[in-house]
């Protein structure tokens, strides 16, 4: 049986990144050799050092809204956080963390300082609110905050909107970055395109339940969250070109990991997926495994060890504590070869 046990370590709390780093690609880079059982390390903007020739690296385009919205109550003036999680339909309505959520009523309107938009709560239990506008995301840049992970320490800054952003984000639907991405710039990219590596895009949108914990001691009984994604013919075609060439599929972040084998387990280029990668799943499409390091008993560091082998991820890791590298979503990269 796997054990939530298995998939603990010791992190000091300093070693959670708070800021992110003014140049992307300084970022530090340890290399998982899953052959040689080797480790090595280095700084992110020497990957091309280590990827194998000619691949396609996997990224997810999907853009975090900022969706943390702060406001006031307007029957007292008291302050309301409202936290958008999904869009309901067509209608200016979310589903959302309200707080504090026992002391909003229905009906009761909440407002944003120097702002003619507001949201009115339309129901209490299921936290529905339904704005006074029909182009809410367009307003959201102005209203909202960037929605840093319960683990970030303090509150957003103005920088955020820039580097909690892929440099490639296109479609918004995130809470939460996929954070794999964040090392690359635009002059790495092309340096890469440089050395022969190809770029595709897929999307999934992470939504606010990745960071649910895990509870069960018997992992294979958790019931994993939900989220969209999707991916198109061309890409599909550019992905199955590289694999029929002998050439390597890197997934760039365990959410374009999870986008290429929901399509390999279910032949749909879209749609909603709850697969759950744990250590003894069968990889079909992809080759290599860039990623940051993720949380004790989280399904990211489940399914990071399904692909490198628990043994040695669990070293790795104790490796990058020793080292003091930075962990979670501003952190460091791991590349898995």
Same mark, same amino acid.
């Given at each position: 049986? &796997?054990?939530?046990?298995?998939?603990?370590?010791?992190?000091?709390?300093? /070693?959670?990144?708070?800021?992110?780093?003014?140049?992307?690609?300084?970022?530090?880079?340890?290399? @998982?050799?899953?052959?040689? $059982?080797?480790?090595?390390?280095?700084?992110?903007?020497?990957?091309?050092?280590?990827?194998?020739?000619?691949?396609?690296? @996997?990224?997810?385009?999907?853009?975090?809204? *900022?969706?943390?919205?702060?406001?006031?109550? +307007?029957?007292?003036?008291?302050?309301?956080?409202?936290?958008?999680?999904? $869009?309901?339909?067509? +209608? *200016?309505?979310?589903?959302?963390?309200?707080?504090?959520?026992?002391?909003?009523?229905?009906?009761?309107? @909440?407002?944003?300082?120097?702002?003619? #938009?507001?949201?009115?709560?339309?129901?209490? $239990?299921?936290?529905?609110?339904?704005?006074?506008?029909?182009?809410?995301?367009?307003?959201?840049?102005?209203?909202? !905050?960037?929605?840093?992970?319960?683990? #970030?320490?303090?509150?957003?800054?103005?920088?955020?909107?820039?580097?909690?952003?892929?440099?490639?984000?296109? !479609?918004?639907?995130?809470?939460?970055?996929?954070?794999?991405? =964040? !090392?690359?710039?635009?002059?790495?990219?092309?340096? /890469?395109?440089?050395?022969?590596?190809?770029?595709?895009?897929?999307? =999934?949108?992470?939504?606010?339940?990745?960071?649910?914990? @895990?509870?069960?001691?018997?992992?294979?009984? !958790?019931?994993?969250?939900?989220?969209?994604?999707?991916?198109?013919?061309?890409? &599909?075609?550019?992905? /199955?070109?590289?694999?029929?060439?002998?050439?390597?599929?890197?997934?760039?972040?365990?959410?374009?990991?999870?986008?290429?084998?929901?399509?390999?387990?279910?032949?749909?280029?879209?749609?909603?997926?709850?697969?759950? #990668?744990?250590?003894?799943?069968?990889?079909? /499409?992809?080759?290599?495994?860039?990623?940051?390091?993720?949380?004790?008993?989280?399904? =990211?560091?489940? &399914?990071?060890?399904?692909?490198?082998?628990?043994?040695?991820?669990?070293?790795?890791?104790?490796?990058?504590?020793?080292? $003091?590298?930075?962990?979670?979503?501003?952190?460091?990269?791991?590349? #898995? &070869?």
């Amino acid at each position: 049986m &796997l054990k939530l046990s298995d998939f603990t370590y010791k992190l000091p709390e300093d /070693l959670i990144a708070q800021r992110p780093l003014k140049q992307r690609d300084e970022a530090r880079l340890l290399v @998982v050799d899953r052959g040689g $059982k080797s480790l090595c390390h280095d700084v992110f903007k020497n990957i091309a050092r280590y990827l194998p020739q000619g691949s396609t690296m @996997v990224l997810n385009n999907s853009k975090v809204v *900022p969706a943390r919205l702060l406001g006031k109550k +307007e029957s007292t003036g008291a302050n309301v956080e409202i936290f958008l999680l999904k $869009k309901i339909s067509d +209608e *200016p309505s979310y589903e959302a963390l309200l707080r504090p959520q026992k002391r909003l009523k229905e009906g009761e309107r @909440v407002i944003f300082e120097g702002s003619k #938009i507001y949201a009115e709560v339309i129901d209490q $239990k299921k936290r529905i609110v339904r704005f006074n506008a029909k182009d809410v995301e367009s307003h959201l840049e102005r209203i909202g !905050h960037v929605p840093l992970p319960p683990y #970030i320490k303090r509150p957003d800054e103005s920088a955020d909107r820039e580097f909690y952003q892929t440099v490639y984000a296109r !479609h918004y639907g995130s809470v939460a970055a996929p954070t794999a991405g =964040l !090392h690359f710039t635009d002059a790495l990219m092309n340096d /890469l395109k440089g050395c022969g590596h190809g770029f595709c895009e897929v999307t =999934l949108h992470i939504n606010y339940a990745t960071f649910k914990p @895990v509870e069960e001691e018997d992992i294979t009984r !958790h019931q994993m969250h939900i989220e969209h994604y999707s991916m198109s013919a061309p890409v &599909l075609q550019d992905i /199955l070109k590289t694999k029929e060439s002998g050439q390597k599929i890197v997934a760039v972040g365990t959410t374009s990991c999870r986008v290429l084998e929901s399509y390999a387990k279910t032949g749909r280029l879209e749609g909603e997926t709850n697969l759950f #990668i744990y250590p003894g799943y069968d990889f079909r /499409l992809v080759d290599v495994l860039l990623t940051n390091f993720h949380l004790p008993q989280s399904t =990211l560091l489940m &399914l990071v060890s399904a692909f490198g082998g628990l043994d040695l991820i669990q070293q790795a890791y104790r490796e990058a504590v020793k080292e $003091k590298y930075r962990f979670f979503s501003y952190g460091d990269a791991m590349l #898995i &070869l």
